[in-house]
């Protein structure tokens, strides 16, 4: 293919996942100048203490940017996943248990802004910043966050075991999941994106190891250099606890390594591997959209920061909706 037949041939496959994703209104009341006069230091005061936890740990940006996609699959973006509770609330889901992280840092930044603007940011809208902060200051696409949600009242483990995607869900499951929350196929694809910072532990892809499926065979889709890395590092791993990085070439960088990965063979979980390598139907159009991404980081940025903004307006507590949480971690009394 030439290059400007190879360009038309991208032009239309992103016309058509531009149809795709037309349907919905984007109905929403939020907007970001919200703390414009109420807190007029937020930009600041959120930047800075994103910066201070990559400082101490560079991996704290994923751990921050996947905090929002948890709470906005929950309920909707209404911080639910910051509260603590008992055994029933959402941090006790399986994909929260000993693998959601960061709560310290969101933390620090409720109390830096109880100081300069109090009673005023929901926790629910420092996610939807820090989400921002964390890619952009990784190498990312930068975006106006749209902002003026209110906390929720609610944790729901229940609901978080059954609206997070699992590692092992087939990509139908994982692209139903998504249109729960008014995502299509396309934002599955791109927010997968994300997976290009940060790091897994092996209880989430070592079923991919050893006797995949029942086969007795590893997972054949998974890169064979890759494979005998990961079975040393899991092997000897009973708890799952040891982890490695979910992005093998730039761990620490955001960029579209992660769809290169998956032309190679080596996405880490078999939820990233199955947008390029599954026998489902539906992986023959994310395929192409994997592929396209891999070529053109432009697009994917672009991409991710207009489904970053649809992910976090899925049903946002708005008005005199819920409350504005005085510590993140209760709900006011
Ligand atoms: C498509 C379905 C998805 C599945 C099945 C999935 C699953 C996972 C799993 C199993 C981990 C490893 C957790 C651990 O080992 O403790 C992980 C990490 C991560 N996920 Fe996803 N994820 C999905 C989509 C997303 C989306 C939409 C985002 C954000 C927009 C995201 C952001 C992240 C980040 C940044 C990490 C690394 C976290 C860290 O290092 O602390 N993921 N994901
Ligand atoms: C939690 O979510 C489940 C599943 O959607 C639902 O059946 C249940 O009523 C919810 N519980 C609360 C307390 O909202
Ligand atoms: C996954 O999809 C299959 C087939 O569509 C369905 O039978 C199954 O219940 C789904 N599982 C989950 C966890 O959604
Ligand atoms: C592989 O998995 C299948 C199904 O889960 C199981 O029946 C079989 O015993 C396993 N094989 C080994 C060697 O563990
Ligand atoms: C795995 O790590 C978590 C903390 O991240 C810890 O609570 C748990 O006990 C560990 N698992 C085992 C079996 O040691």
New binding site residues.
């Given amino acids: 293919m030439n290059k400007s037949s190879r360009a038309i041939t991208s032009f239309w496959l992103m016309m058509s996942f531009f149809i795709l994703s037309e349907a919905e209104p984007m109905k929403t009341q939020l907007s970001p100048d919200f703390y414009r006069t109420t807190c007029p230091d937020l930009w600041t005061i959120v930047r800075r203490e994103v910066l201070n936890a990559m400082e101490d740990e560079i991996r704290m940006a994923a751990s921050l940017l996947r905090l929002h996609f948890h709470d906005c699959f929950v309920n909707g973006c209404d911080g639910s996943i910051l509260l603590d509770g008992d055994e029933e609330s959402e941090k006790f889901a399986t994909p929260n248990k000993n693998s959601a992280r960061g709560f310290e840092v969101i933390d620090r930044i409720k109390s830096s802004l109880e100081s300069s603007c109090s009673g005023v940011v929901s926790c629910a809208d420092i996610l939807a910043i820090v989400a921002r902060d964390s890619v952009f200051l990784s190498g990312g696409p930068f975006w106006y966050v749209q902002l003026g949600r209110r906390d929720g009242l609610v944790s729901n483990k229940t609901l978080a075991n059954l609206a997070i995607p699992s590692p092992f869900d087939t990509l139908d499951n994982i692209t139903s999941k998504f249109d729960n929350v008014g995502l299509n196929l396309k934002d599955v694809v791109t927010l997968s994106g994300a997976h290009t910072i940060g790091r897994a532990r092996c209880t989430f892809f070592s079923n991919r190891l050893?006797?995949f499926?029942?086969?007795?065979e590893p997972d054949n889709t998974l890169e064979s250099e890759m494979l005998f890395d990961l079975q040393n590092l899991c092997l000897q791993d009973e708890d799952g606890n040891a982890t490695t990085v979910l992005d093998s070439n730039s761990f620490d960088q955001f960029d579209s390594n992660y769809f290169k990965n998956l032309l190679n063979g080596k996405g880490l979980l078999s939820s990233d591997q199955i947008l390029f390598s599954s026998d489902e139907e539906v992986t023959s159009t994310t395929k192409q959209l994997v592929q396209f991404y891999s070529e053109n980081e432009r697009e994917f940025f672009m991409e991710f920061a207009y489904a970053m903004i649809k992910m976090g307006n899925i049903s946002p507590l708005i008005g005199s909706e819920g409350e504005i949480r005085n510590d993140c971690r209760v709900i006011n009394s």
């Fill in positions: 050893f006797n499926s029942g086969t007795e």
